[in-house]
């Protein structure tokens, strides 16, 4: 780790999923701050044309790598932690991948990182989750950070903002009203809170600098913020049910995500983030 101004603060970083949606705001924050990326493409980002408009952002960063699942095979270096978002395999349907890639849970559990981070969809809270889904990710927690007490496991609701996945509903209607849109697959996100990408990655960012390990639920304080995206994007909430009530568990911190932006302006960079890179389609 090294000094700054506010105190200690991250130096290395291995993002897993690196290409995916908040884990890629995550590494952009990251970049900004000047800290080193070693960023991994999993196998299960489909979509080749978003990634290589990800690494046109990225890729003459200095500080940022691109590296293979083998490279990280070898022990961490000093000061290094690790960053995995199950939030994004899960939210893009490919939370089976926890299943097949035993290296992955090794890389994790084995080597001495100095920070491990894993950002997990909130409805693992509640029976508000695919049943399989929740097996499959509960399995992966198990087997890869039982036993490390140098953990994160951060819980996030619906996060929303650019290269949000049309998985989302907020980015289905978007593109649908675009005639851009896919069949929607079904529900997966929760809707009882939401969260701006930006000011949930200063948050990820924060807990973790405050060196204090354990189980965070990010929220945005507010009983109706799902709702009032939704009505801002005219979507049409009826059946739509996969909401949280009250979380009481006494390991759990409750972290509150302090907003930057009125979320009108939050969903209009989205909008326009949607338009610009289909534009030409």
């Not at 198990?142 to 953990?151: A, P, V």
Request: hydrophobic residues 40%; negative net charge.
């Amino acid at each position: 780790m090294k000094l700054g101004e506010e105190g200690i603060v991250m130096d290395k970083v291995v993002i897993v999923g690196v290409f995916d949606f908040v884990n890629f705001h995550v590494c952009k924050a990251l970049l900004d701050q000047g800290i080193e990326v070693r960023g991994v493409q999993l196998e299960t980002q489909e979509n080749e044309d978003m990634v290589i408009e990800k690494r046109l952002e990225i890729g003459r960063n200095a500080n940022f790598a691109e590296v293979s699942m083998g490279e990280l095979s070898n022990p961490a270096s000093e000061n290094e932690a690790i960053v995995l978002s199950v939030y994004d395999l899960y939210m893009n349907h490919k939370e089976d991948y926890l299943l097949n890639d035993h290296l992955l849970s090794k890389i994790i559990s084995r080597y001495n990182w100095e920070n491990i981070v894993i950002l997990v969809p909130s409805q693992l809270l509640k029976n508000v989750i695919d049943l399989k889904a929740k097996v499959v990710i509960e399995d992966f927690l198990k087997r890869t950070i039982s036993k490390n007490k140098d953990c994160y496991l951060l819980y996030l609701p619906t996060v929303f903002g650019p290269w949000q996945p049309e998985t989302f509903m907020f980015q289905s209607t978007i593109l649908t009203e675009m005639n851009r849109g896919k069949p929607f697959k079904g529900l997966r996100e929760e809707t009882s809170d939401a969260l701006f990408v930006e000011d949930t990655v200063k948050s990820i960012i924060e807990i973790i600098e405050n060196k204090e390990p354990g189980r965070y639920l990010l929220q945005s304080g507010k009983s109706n913020q799902w709702d009032l995206c939704a009505a801002l994007l005219q979507i049409n909430e009826h059946g739509l049910n996969n909401r949280i009530l009250e979380i009481k568990e006494e390991d759990l911190t409750k972290k509150i995500v302090p907003s930057t932006v009125p979320i009108s302006v939050a969903l209009t960079r989205q909008i326009e983030h949607a338009h610009r890179l289909n534009a030409d389609k």
